[in-house]
């Protein structure tokens, strides 16, 4: 079992990554002794590992309770977030309780924010079953729901207090979400550490084979990378911008084919793209280093190009990412592997990025 | 005017207390200059103070979006708080935007709960119109909404930037509305200073006849006392519950009858009553002080007691009170003027107290 601290001060926190731990772990059975425990999950991940997390919880809990929602981003809304406040508040859930997350992002986040928000604030626990949630969501405490304008516009920063990423639960998981989490495990390469890029290059095959221990060290790696960004800067201010490398296209692509069409990851891959395009077109990226980048995401097997739409709806599209200062997107541009920078564009190279990357 | 300073590290933020505030200040100038700013209030007070608090705003800000609610309890739910991100996200608000709240402890609490979970947490300065809100919700950044099952169980902390705390606003608040800010004022005296208990009680009649100079030394005082609470426990860890004196009856007797049919203050105002008798059967206060503390809430014209329920329906509806363990209620009890604390209490004196301070 690999072990890595994310360390906030009085919100530090452990990620175990490893085989068997939704069967249980003593810091879970620790955080889980003699308090009132919920466990949120969703209707594809109940079926296949909520009985084992049960037998796990349940010689510790006072009491237990389980929520399970319809699966995909469609769930992270207002109406999921009050139908866990409502078992929550039935079971006289109080604000010693501890929720548990069972599941991908979309459970992680509306978790976390359900958490961050119970009676002001209570303790919660990631167990991610998705690649995308192993690698991204488990780390920096970023929690939140959509709203018809705009993805995760409603949120809160709240840290988990353990995280377990158990890689026997990838083995599960569809082939779409595998290259979306492929996708993060791709970026954190690219922004931050030229050495794990190529370790992620080589290592392609064994990833899309699920190899136990390809996946184990990359959600560490991805994990490391993430963890020492947030630790840099938790609450957003400026360097941890860095990791929504692609994300300003995604989330566009995202919002305008409505949520849940594209997998999260496959539409930052044809973000990453586009996002390497621009770099290159603005004179920061060498034209290659574009286009190796570009050449690992179609190996990851996602999309390389967003939908076919006019500038225009992008750029409407783009105009409410939180990265907008006045309604002016800017956009995360790598100047080489493994470093990364924050800052507006002309329009000209935008619209060529968008005309030569989409459709 | 009045300035006090609440010191809460990075988050320490000024109050200041005086006539002619929302005509402008300088403090608020500074705050707004330059940014997207949004004024939420009520349909009661918008026609008394908006276009004043408007034309103080309007040089400074970049943008100006002003929403206006319902007016009372009802507008404390999920569903108003969608309405003010629909005017934010229509408008373009980034994360640099500034909220302010213009009204009482309901606008108060929603724009401050809007804030922190608006794209994860944006600036908001409190412009308090009542009572109630100058004394209580204007110190210590406690933001919620309401849930069918219980009061503010939705929230975070979430401190402002500055208070602006206009005793000129006090003019036009219905007499029992103040009456309801005043059960706060003698609560504040109750647990924390027995000479301030003994200010407010000499200058009842003052404050009743809305003196400026007794209600701007009323809510200074109070201030200060919440304050010095607030900055030795932030979170609710543990001092801070002794400012829910009152208030676990309190928020039953809310939650009972349908918020908004009692205001928060009356209901504290019979809550105090209810905790003062509770306190004497379990042998902690004199009862002569019980009884001047009733009397203190009978002179601010206040109700004594609670509904005529059984006092099965009460336990019931304090099992969900957010200081309650596994569902027991706590309560904060007095020992003597000025000293308050928290702790469980047998069911014969609770059952007692019932009985004698209700129906």
């Known amino acids: 079992m690999r072990e890595l601290k994310v360390a906030l001060d009085e919100r530090a926190y452990p990620i175990l990554i490893g085989s ?3 069967s249980g772990h003593d810091a879970l059975a620790r955080l889980a002794a003699g308090r009132m425990v919920a466990v949120v999950t969703d209707a594809v991940v109940a079926p296949l590992y909520l009985s084992t997390l049960r037998v796990a919880l349940q010689p510790h809990a006072a009491a237990l309770v389980e929520v399970v929602l319809p699966a995909g981003e469609a769930s992270k809304t207002w109406a999921s977030l009050d139908r866990i406040v409502d078992a929550l508040l039935a079971a006289h859930f109080d604000r010693g309780s501890l929720l548990v997350a069972l599941g991908g992002g979309v459970v992680g986040d509306l978790t976390g924010f359900a958490a961050a928000v119970y009676q002001r604030g209570v303790d919660y626990v990631q167990v991610p079953t998705t690649l995308l949630a192993q690698v991204d969501s488990s780390v920096g405490g970023k ?4 709203h018809p304008l705009g993805k995760n516009m409603i949120g809160a920063f709240h840290q988990p207090r353990l995280v377990l990423a158990d890689v026997d639960t990838l083995r599960t998981l569809p082939q779409r979400e595998l ?10 390469g690219a922004i931050a550490d030229p050495s794990y890029f190529d370790d992620v290059e ?3 095959g064994r990833l899309l084979e699920r190899d136990a221990e390809a996946l184990a060290r990359a ?3 991805s994990c490391r990378i993430k963890a020492s960004v947030v630790e840099r800067d938790e609450r957003e201010g400026g360097l941890r911008a860095i990791l929504n490398f692609g994300h300003t296209f995604g989330h566009a692509i995202e919002a305008g084919l409505g949520y849940g069409q594209w997998l999260h990851g496959e539409a930052v891959g044809a973000g ?4 390497a395009d621009l770099s290159s077109r603005v004179g920061l990226l060498e034209p290659a280093v574009a286009r190796r980048l570009t050449g690992l995401i179609a190996a990851a097997r996602l999309p390389g190009r967003g939908p076919a739409w006019p500038a225009q709806r992008y750029l409407e599209l783009m105009s409410v990412d939180k990265k907008a200062e006045r309604g002016t997107p800017r956009f995360v541009l790598l100047e080489r592997l493994g470093s990364a920078l924050l800052r507006r564009v002309d329009d000209a190279p935008l619209r060529a990025t968008l005309a030569a990357c989409s459709g």
């Open 202 to 204: 080589r290592g392609m």
């Open 179 to 188: 290259s979306a989490g492929l996708a993060e495990v791709i970026k954190h």
């Open 272 to 275: 990453m793209v586009m996002a």
């Open 219 to 221: 959600v560490e790696g």
């Open 143 to 146: 929690t939140a729901i959509n």
């Open 20 to 22: 068997g731990l939704v």
